[in-house]
């Protein structure tokens, strides 16, 4: 088959190092893509907002399946428009892709389907979320509705900055959101869970745990993902079977019976709490990093899989895993996530990557001469393999200290609280 993925991170080019090992795979085109995924695939450069050039190449290089990575093109329909031309692809349609689209829209879902979620409002008016914040005192979480990249969310440990909070995303301050969620402060320790779901039924992938402040100790402000690493600890057995049976299978049902089923891969980020999961956000994509972990842990072909799910066809389905950990280290152009410098030089890569079982993957590189460079704020991904998740994070460090890259920088801590359990 010939496959294209969409998408130029981290995430893409772990899905493009598993597909391009798929016996199924015939040739493998990545659209942007970046450095590290020319390895493996042929990258064309697409504008993936453009959803008819999308198409148009697809039809040109005779592309029999399309996975899209991040969630942008989705909410903005991408899947409709491709599936709508002939061409089968990876990902949730428009109308449940709104689960990550809308934080307002999965709320009202969970409220109607008995969903565990904080308590929480909706307005339209700065004035009355105000109101209801000074009601409802701090800690208080203050969400935009709307995709912002990260930023939408602030969890304030005072009412003046959750006040602050609603004047900043009201005045525009995150684009054009017309409205907020204020919900309750949830306590407890983070996972990610995710699920391919085929509209009907759904198919617990790996569970990982992903560390999104900048700095060590889990301090400094929030990014996209510092590092990550599968199993997270806090996921027991038992608690995996309470998320899909109290969470995500009530979701995929919730969206059957409303005519928009959800196929793709459902990513739901919760919080652990005393009295169990809570649904934080649900996702519509891979996470990233933690599809980096996740992907050095499958044993089996992901691509039957994803096929899959596209197809309807999950339900008799099986993945086998390796019982070996993963991890992730993010190394990171200095600066980010604030303002960053581009094109600085990444030495030291092959080196890196001759430690046993590590893999490196590229989030924001682009070759320049025989050079590669930085070309995004989290620019690689240093994952290892090993029995443990201390053993992961020695390889994985042992390769970040070959990597020569003035410029950029990584938490030296990634994976502590799964460490501090293995103890
Ligand atoms: P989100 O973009 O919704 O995943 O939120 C980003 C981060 O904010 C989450 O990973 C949590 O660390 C935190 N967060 C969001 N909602 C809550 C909540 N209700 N209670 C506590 N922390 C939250
Ligand atoms: N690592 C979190 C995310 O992908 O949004």
């Not at 991170?9 to 772990?14: F, V």
């Not at 609603?166 to 017309?178: K, P, Q, V, W």
């Not at 402000?221 to 995996?240: D, I, K, L, R, W």
């Not at 099986?318 to 152009?333: E, F, H, I, N, S």
Request: proline share 4%; net charge negative; glycine share 10%.
């Amino acid at each position: 088959m010939n496959i294209l993925i969409l998408g130029s991170g981290g995430r893409e080019h772990a899905l493009a190092w598993k597909i391009a090992a798929s016996p199924l795979t015939t040739k493998l085109y990545c659209a942007p893509g970046n450095a590290g995924i020319a390895q493996e695939a042929t990258c064309v450069a697409l504008d993936i907002a453009d959803h008819p050039a999308v198409i148009a190449f697809c039809k040109n290089a005779k592309i029999d399946f399309v996975v899209v990575g991040p969630e942008v093109p989705l909410v903005a329909g991408i899947v409709d428009d491709l599936e709508a031309a002939g061409i089968k692809t990876f990902g949730p349609a428009r109308a449940a892709a709104q689960l990550e689209g809308s934080k307002g829209f999965t709320k009202d879902l969970c409220k109607a389907n008995n969903i565990p979620t904080a308590a929480y409002e909706r307005f339209t008016d700065g004035a009355a979320a105000k109101a209801y914040v000074r009601r409802q005192g701090a800690p208080i979480v203050v969400k935009a509705d709307g995709l912002a990249a990260g930023k939408g969310v602030v969890v304030a440990s005072t009412v003046d900055d959750a006040e602050a909070a609603i004047d900043m995303i009201f005045s525009g301050g995150l684009g054009d959101m017309a409205e907020v969620v204020v919900e309750d402060c949830l306590i407890g320790e983070e996972a990610s869970f995710f699920a391919l779901c085929d509209g009907d039924t759904a198919l617990q992938l790996a569970s990982a745990q992903d560390h999104k402040r900048a700095y060590d100790g889990d301090k400094g402000p929030n990014t996209g993902g510092m590092g990550a690493y599968s199993p997270a600890p806090v996921m027991t057995e038992a608690m995996n079977k309470r998320v899909m049976d109290e969470i995500v299978l009530p979701t995929v049902a919730a969206l059957k019976k409303a005519g928009t089923p959800f196929k793709g891969v459902l990513f739901a980020g919760l919080m652990i709490t005393k009295d169990g999961p809570q649904l934080i956000e649900y996702n519509v994509r891979f996470g990233d990093p933690e599809t980096q972990v996740i992907m050095l842990r499958m044993m089996s072909d992901i691509l039957p899989a994803l096929i899959a799910a596209r197809d309807g066809q999950l339900k008799n389905f099986d993945l086998r895993w390796y019982g070996d950990a993963a991890l992730t280290v993010v190394m990171a152009a200095k600066g980010y996530p604030g303002s960053y410098a581009k094109g600085t030089v990444i030495k030291g890569l092959d080196a890196a990557a001759e430690i046993d079982g590590v893999e490196i993957f590229h989030a924001g590189t682009k070759a320049e001469g025989d050079n590669i460079v930085a070309n995004g704020g989290r620019v690689l991904n240093v994952c290892a393999r090993g029995k443990t998740v201390a053993e992961a994070q020695a390889r994985a460090y042992e390769a970040v200290d070959r990597i020569d890259w003035p410029e950029g920088f990584c938490r030296r801590d990634i994976g502590w609280q799964a460490i501090a359990r293995e103890k």
